[in-house]
């Protein structure tokens, strides 16, 4: 989640440096914030991104009077070690002007795999009692797990018979599932096909 990189805080003199924050989901950029050591720290021990706000002049968790928090997912420093990139999951729109970010864009992205995601995300972020998502996040691990072996069963049987629908269905209901479990667990099919790509290019 955290390349461990050194952060040069040094570089500025207020001990800030910026921190891109995008959705890990739709990869959007959600909005530009500053943190200190401090700030970083407390993120990565709560998991909830907080900044150090230069109005307020103190630290400042997003979403703290809104419920819009934002779900960290990774952080990466960049080259010069001056600058983050922060992928999260956001509870809710971003900008304070009720926007999906901070440059009034649309929170979404031409991949249906990436909206779905994104809403698989919210339902366990914000839970619905009338989601059937959100009763598999409220099972728990073990009955979300369960139920992939289950749709893997079912798929695998479809598979020995010649009926399209039944077997693309199934293949659905896997897939589903399974981006479920990537959620519960912390990650995202990004992170999947990432290893895909590394063996690939050996």
């Given at each position: ?140 691990i073990n ?46 099919l990004a ?12």
């Amino acid at each position: 989640m955290y390349n461990n990189k050194q952060v040069d805080f040094q570089k500025s003199a207020d001990g800030l440096v910026p921190a891109i924050v995008q959705d890990a989901a739709t990869f959007k950029v959600l909005m530009l914030g500053y943190m200190n050591q401090e700030s970083l720290d407390k993120t990565l021990a709560e998991g909830k991104v907080t900044f150090f706000s230069r109005s307020k002049q103190r630290l400042w968790t997003k979403g703290e009077e809104s419920g819009n928090f934002l779900h960290l997912q990774d952080i990466r420093v960049d080259c010069d070690s001056d600058t983050l990139l922060i992928k999260v999951n956001p509870a809710g729109v971003v900008c304070h002007t009720g926007a999906d970010t901070c440059w009034e864009e649309a929170n979404v992205s031409n991949d249906f795999l990436c909206k779905l995601e994104s809403i698989i995300n919210d339902r366990k972020n914000n839970p619905s009692d009338n989601s059937y998502t959100s009763t598999l996040f409220t099972k728990g691990i073990n009955k979300i797990a369960q139920k992939v072996g289950e749709e893997a069963v079912e798929l695998v049987i479809e598979a020995k018979d010649d009926n399209e629908e039944l077997f693309l269905n199934e293949s659905a209901d896997l897939l589903f599932h399974y981006l479920v479990l990537l959620s519960a667990k912390g990650y995202q099919l990004a992170d999947v096909l990432a290893i895909l790509q590394q063996r690939h290019n050996k």
